[in-house]
């Protein structure tokens, strides 16, 4: 598994992810193509197995008011076959990592159970 911070040659395999991995909600890849076509600041990355984007993790701004206050985690998604071995917990640990995200206050936004 290798991870790279999410690039323009990404985002159409990783909405395909996110669709696929939240069926029946068009939610999160709606949000995250919002997002690009806005130019709004996120940090993102996709994991690749095989040069296939097997899960994506993305934060963007949080805000106070006008101000800053540091970074939302979400949506964060593991293609279905790969649930349960791992690549979710190595994506997000690898994230943590960043200079960028560790040095900010992070809000956590989806199913507590899921971040278990």
Not at 5 to 19: D, G, I, N, S
Not at 76 to 103: D, W
């Amino acid at each position: 598994m290798k991870i790279q911070q999410v690039t323009a040659e990404h985002h159409a395999r990783v909405y395909a992810l996110l669709r696929a991995a939240f069926r029946g909600s068009d939610y999160e890849a709606t949000l995250v193509q919002l997002l690009h076509a806005h130019a709004k600041p996120l940090q993102e990355w996709v994991a690749l197995h095989t040069n296939k984007v097997i899960a994506y993790v993305a934060f963007s701004r949080a805000f106070q008011g006008n101000a800053v206050c540091g970074w939302h985690l979400a949506p964060m998604a593991v293609t279905p076959e790969f649930h349960k071995q791992g690549v979710g917990s190595e994506l997000l640990r690898f994230a943590l990592r960043q200079e960028v995200i560790k040095s900010e206050t992070l809000f956590v936004l989806g199913a507590p159970a899921y971040y278990r």
